[in-house]
């Protein structure tokens, strides 16, 4: 389950925001959730409330959000959307698609008290 280091790095980004903000409590985490990070929904929100336990962000609510791949087509020479790691491009069918974004875990937003 790789959940759980995602939530441990994303705390550590959380808590330098709040210290960088003089804030003492996180009440809302936005995170987004990239189409082929392989991140389940349920494995997350139960790896971040215990990874958040005895911090900052104990208690928060976190909202998620999918994002879709961006990947980048050497046949055609455009910027694609893929859904899935062996997804093809959609223009030409091709498989030389160097993927640009969507396979990670984004912090989006904070909110702070
Ligand atoms: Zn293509």
Aim: glycine share 6%; net charge negative; proline share 2%.
């Amino acid at each position: 389950m790789h959940e759980i280091s995602l939530c441990l790095s994303t705390l550590e980004l959380i808590e330098q925001q709040v210290r960088q903000h003089g804030a003492r409590r996180v009440t809302a985490v936005w995170l987004e959730i990239g189409a082929l990070s392989c991140i389940e929904e349920h494995a997350l929100r139960f790896s971040f409330a215990s990874a958040s336990r005895n911090t900052v962000a104990e208690g928060c609510q976190l909202l998620l959000s999918y994002q879709p791949a961006r990947a980048w087509c050497w046949d055609c020479s455009v910027s694609v959307f893929i859904e899935k790691h062996d997804a093809g491009c959609p223009e030409c069918g091709g498989h030389t698609l160097r993927v640009e974004s969507g396979d990670s875990l984004r912090l989006k937003q904070l909110e702070v008290e």
